[in-house]
């Protein structure tokens, strides 16, 4: 495989930026030490994780202590899900997620259930945003957490943070906050202080940063019951090995983000509207699945092609070396549309039609151009084989 | 593991065969629906005396296995007699494109459903055959032969997970099903049956229980 691949799929992962990957390294071969006491060498290392620490608190304004280094966005959904429930157990069972949550968040949940933990699932308007007046609703004396997904990783909904806090601070009681934002952060600001978030999960994988990385913050004082036991060199929530390379890798990752961070997002928002603005001006019968630009992630696009098939379209852009998701039931393991799509009020055809197109910072704009033209052919190739395909379906 | 095609697949789902339209063909049906995410049209020429089918076209509203196994099964019907075309079977269609993944293997059944019913089609109207498409138990056992279930590419028949078929007097079916009920498939088995028996106009409710 020499030839560039276009990429467009950065909500699934995305490619280490070579800068990280070189910061990296010596990690790697030269300091390949634990952080430790008395001696230089492990001074050496512990200093530098209390760097990584302060660069990475900073970045969503929190305070250092507060980061914890996980091996991923579920790893830190494991932690601190379980951990909050059980650490709570005595004042109630009950959450609060949503039905479009991501399934790293609700597979956590259904185990938790498994265990006698009672979950109230609130539902989402067509354009993915939460029924808030459900959430508020649904609260129970016993809840003790909401835990909901930042920004939808099908339809690019942003959350509408400030709101949600506002019910749980108006609560009659204390109810932790938790928040996946692997999809969120380097998207959109994060400030924990002022949104009051309690715990937030995040993945380095998902910003150019190395695999298996992620970090957790918590707020300090909020209580998490300890789920993995071993050797807690960092921190008693995730003992165990301790990933130098990787702390170094995520944290260089978002250094280079974050140093010009509005920059970023400008850039990726540019990106989208071309895409969208190409696709729309080439291909009729479409449909946006979420928000209008502007009010969604800057990097995710979600549409509808009507009348055809979203897992041929794939496999054709495939053939062009240009890499998209579906939503499409056709490309599921057990031939299921996507639940996220069924949640949000789309027909079973829009579902059927539906593509992802997820960006990050190496996506350009010839890239894009690529994608529209192979976009155009490939539809107009897929309708003309369509018994649906003459017809208008809106 | 990774679901994969074969070349085979890939080829005449690049460059597939006897796409299109007829203009007045001789027998013509359409199989699935877009509900339900496959929806398969085929079109026949067929020369009357020697029932020879002289030209086949289709169109796919579905994936790539779903346009390759249309392709293929047109090829293979091309030139023969009705009689032979109806002989055909989604073992073989599968078998001719080199395999296909078993949660795949339900496009080359509606291949070969929409190919029978484009026949069916054609001796109805001019051969004046008559077909008895009642609602009775061994036209609902003929439609469940067609459900795959996904996990091993078989119908659900063969598999033997149906354990009871029944049509009361209210022209309500039931059937039984022996599946898990976390089986992953579940939902998708559930969803052809509702699917397939949609076809039967007398049907008042389908009741499918999970024993």
């Given amino acids: 495989m020499n030839k560039e691949q276009v990429y467009l799929d950065a909500c699934k992962t995305t490619r280490l930026d070579p800068k990280v990957l070189e910061e990296m390294k010596p990690y790697f071969l030269e300091k390949y030490w634990f952080p430790g006491n008395f001696t230089d060498i492990g ?7 209390s760097e990584s620490q302060k660069k990475i608190a900073k970045t969503i304004n929190a305070e250092p202590g507060e980061i914890i280094f996980t091996s991923g966005g579920t790893d830190g959904n494991n932690i601190a899900l379980k951990g909050i429930m059980a650490a709570n157990r005595e004042k109630g069972k ?4 949503s039905k479009v949550s991501h399934p790293s968040v609700l597979t956590v949940f259904k185990a938790l259930e498994d265990e006698g933990y009672e979950g109230t699932y609130i539902s989402a308007d067509e354009e993915g945003y939460l029924d808030l007046e459900e959430l508020r609703s649904s609260i129970r004396k016993d809840t003790t957490l909401v835990a909901l997904t930042h920004i939808n990783h099908t339809l690019g909904t942003v ?13 009659n009681h204390k109810i932790n906050f938790f928040l996946d934002s692997c999809e969120a952060y380097t998207k959109i600001p994060i400030d924990v202080k002022k949104q009051k978030i309690d715990a937030i999960s995040i993945s380095g994988h998902k910003f150019n940063g190395p695999k298996g990385t992620g970090f957790l913050f918590v707020k300090d004082g909020t209580k998490v019951k300890k789920t993995q036991n071993g050797i807690a060199r960092l921190h008693p929530l995730k003992p165990g090995v301790v990933n130098v390379p990787g702390i170094v890798g995520i944290t260089k990752a978002a250094d280079l983000i974050f140093e010009d961070f509005e920059g970023h997002v400008e850039r990726l928002a540019n ?7 190409g696709i729309k001006q080439r291909i009729d019968d479409i449909r946006l699945n979420g928000p209008a630009l502007g009010e969604r992630s800057p990097a995710h696009l979600n549409i509808s092609f009507m009348a055809v098939e ?5 496999m054709m852009l495939n053939f062009d070396d240009i890499h998209i998701e579906t939503g499409s039931a056709c490309s599921a393991k057990e031939l299921k549309a996507d639940y996220i799509m069924m949640n949000t009020g789309r027909t079973f055809e829009e579902s059927h039609g539906s593509v992802r197109f997820t960006l990050d910072k190496f996506v350009t704009e010839e890239q894009i151009d690529k994608t529209i033209d192979s976009l155009e052919k490939t539809i107009k190739e897929l309708r003309r084989r369509s018994p649906l395909g003459k017809k208008k379906t809106n | 593991m990774a679901i994969k095609y074969s070349e085979k697949v890939i080829e005449h789902f690049k460059n597939p065969h006897n796409i299109g339209e007829l203009e007045q063909p001789s027998g013509a049906a359409t199989e699935g629906s877009p509900a339900c995410g496959d929806q398969l049209s085929v079109y026949l020429n067929i020369e009357e005396g020697t029932n020879v089918i ?9 994936c790539a296995s779903n346009i390759a196994t249309a392709s293929i099964i047109t090829d293979m019907a091309k030139g023969k007699t009705i009689d032979q075309a109806k002989e055909i079977t989604w073992k073989q269609a599968a078998e001719e494109l080199g395999g296909l993944p078993p949660v795949k293997m339900h496009c080359s059944v509606l291949a070969v459903d929409a190919l029978r019913s484009a026949i069916k089609d054609y001796e109805k109207n001019h051969l004046g055959k008559e077909f008895d498409e009642s609602l ?4 609902v056992k003929k439609e469940l032969h067609k459900i795959i279930y996904g996990k091993v590419g078989v119908d659900i028949l063969t598999l033997k997970l149906v354990k009871y078929v029944g049509v009361d007097n209210d ?5 039984d099903l022996e599946m898990d009920k976390d089986d992953k498939f579940l939902p998708d088995v559930k969803e052809e049956i509702e699917e397939h028996l949609s076809k039967f106009d007398k049907a008042n409710e389908v009741k499918i229980n999970v024993v």
């Fill in chain 2, 54 to 62: 002289k030209d086949i076209k289709f169109q796919s509203y579905g």
């Fill in chain 1, 271 to 277: 990106l989208q509207k071309k895409l969208y603005d």
């Fill in chain 2, 136 to 139: 009775s138990k061994v036209n």
């Fill in chain 1, 310 to 314: 979203g897992e041929a379209i794939m």
């Fill in chain 1, 94 to 97: 009950h959450f609060i997620t």
């Fill in chain 1, 43 to 49: 001074n050496e290392i512990a200093d530098e994780i």
């Fill in chain 2, 171 to 175: 022209n309500n079916v039931i059937i």
């Fill in chain 1, 159 to 171: 959350q509408k943070i400030d709101a949600i806090s506002e019910i749980l601070q108006n609560a």
